[in-house]
């Protein structure tokens, strides 16, 4: 079993900046997409930013130009940089990863969450 751990949420004023990390944690043979979810009271869960496993990254429109995500393989962590915030950015953010782990099975893991708040 994958558990991946976030971090780095917290409260920020409007125009501020945060880096969330997930580290991932287990038997794990290879990662391949990794990507940040985010959900705000009332709202669905949707995409913020993907990686995959050759480094291509996809953004929402919403965060285009001022997030960004990356990964360390090594480290089998993934981060988010989030510039620029604004209060629509509000929300919890999940990470998840999709990868091969023990018994060559595959995984597809969330983490618990971490609370990003935008507000002066």
């Known amino acids: 079993q994958v558990q991946l751990v976030e971090s780095g949420g917290g409260l920020v004023q409007p125009g501020g900046s945060l880096v969330l990390s997930c580290v991932a944690s287990?038997?794990?043979?290879?990662?391949?997409?990794m990507g940040w979810y985010r959900q705000a009271p009332g709202k669905q869960r949707e995409l913020v930013a993907g990686?995959?496993?050759?480094?291509?990254?996809n953004y929402a429109d919403s965060v285009k130009g001022r997030f960004t995500i990356s990964r360390d393989n090594a480290k089998n962590t993934v981060y988010l940089q989030m510039n620029s915030l604004k209060p629509e950015d509000t929300a919890v953010y999940y990470c998840?990863?999709?990868?091969?782990?023990?018994?060559?099975?595959?995984?597809?893991?969330w983490g618990q969450g971490t609370q990003v708040t935008v507000s002066s």
């Open positions: 998840n990863m999709l990868g091969v782990g023990s018994m060559w099975r595959r995984f597809n893991s």
């Open positions: 990686i995959t496993g050759g480094g291509t990254t």
């Open positions: 287990g038997t794990i043979f290879s990662i391949n997409d």
